[in-house]
């Protein structure tokens, strides 16, 4: 069997081979240009489960019937990021050069744990962690790690704040009065996740209003003042830069001057809007941003990449060393060059993707420029969609964009109570979604259901959103008129 399988591998191995993907993937790109094509899939995951209810393959098949099987039950009922309907959750559609990059990354396969299993990608995640700590307007003395996501991002993040403010924790624990972390109500769920997986407990999170759906700094000023007053320690302050549900910016300068008053380590989450540093008309929002400790940043949201590319920040290197106090002799030896070199020590992984390369194929194919373009282009487009809601009379916004995230409401004849404009709302996106026309999230601002589009795809022009918008306010004036489901 083994002389036959090593020849069926050798030919896997061809230009044919390869390219057989490469054809799906682009005629996936080419058709998801067109408008008329579904965006996602309107079958139910039992019916989609039917399609792979199937015995472990035992024998292998030949390469062209897997690619065609790949085409047909795979691709069809996957969800369109490039359709020019899709105005989703937070994934991008992602730049062609890195997601052709990812076939490169994969046939490599290097690790970032160690120097010597991924020498090229490791002394470029350095000089590209780099670049971007110079966007940020860090030291010499910065540094970081890429992550799986900014999840993993904020995680290590208030790892770090953990070992600078419980220097013991690594060994002995918290202990019985574990310090707090202040957020704000729109952060993440990455942060109270945090502090669950660090042991500080979700009820050691302190949750500061909102103002505009920013956090509100006043109220910041004061709390840290209680928290002081209460001898309580503040292991960080996180602020987010943008946030998810409305792409808001927290004001990082008033932030970040109270943390510096305070002697309290900042956490920037930027994994969303971090990205506005590589645009001229957006970088103001992130003006303060040198005075954080560490920030998250996602350049698989605005910097349009593939999953997966999260990226950690930090303004002193050393904070990150101290995080993960890990002997592993194994693999990690002290005493050698090249160990300041290992990025496994700074990670909470341990094998990990060189998942730099494709950003830095994206930035040498693109610029930064470009990319900042798009950034700006995305929230231009935003804004296409806040006036065309603005104008209308079925529509309610519920704030000005900052990013490329606009929530509003299906209001129709404006007869209709709170209440039962949520249910509408609500029950317009299931049916809008499931027409495969378009595709929108929503999420709750304050006690009302909003419905959310988040443009992360540069194909979508002013012509995409307006049609968005008439193909929900259609569907809205249908369910308004039938009474259901909110009577
Ligand atoms: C502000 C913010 N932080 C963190 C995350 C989580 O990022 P990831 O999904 O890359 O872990 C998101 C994702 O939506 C986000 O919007």
Redesign the pocket.
Known sequence: MIPSLLAEIERDMTPEAGAAFMIIASEYLARSRDAGEFVGTSRTPQQLAENFRESLPQEGRALTEVVERVARDVIPDSTWLYHPHYLGH?VSAPLPAAIWMESVIAALNNSMTVFEMSPVATVIEKQVVRWMCDLAGFPAEAGGTLTS????A?FTALLAARAAALPHAWERGVGNEPPVIVCGEHA?Y?VTRAAGQLGLGTQSIVVIPSREYRMDAPALAQRLRELRESAVTVMAVVA?AA??ATGSFDDLEAIGQLCDQHGVWLHV?G??GASALLSPAHRHHMRGIARARSI?W?P?KMMLLPLSA?MLLMRDEKDLDAAFTQRAPYIFRDGEDERSWDQGMRSFLCSRRTDVLKMWVALHRYGATGIGALYEHLCTTTRTLHAAVAESEAFEAMHEPESNILCFRYVGRRVLKDTQLDSLNRELRVRYNASGAGWITTTLLGERLALRATVMNPRTDAGHVNAVLDGIAGLGRSLERSGQPHS
Request: net charge negative; glycine share 16%.
């Open positions: 937070q996501g900014g999840t993993e904020t993440h990455a987010t946030s998810t989450d994994a969303h998250a996602d698989h999260g």
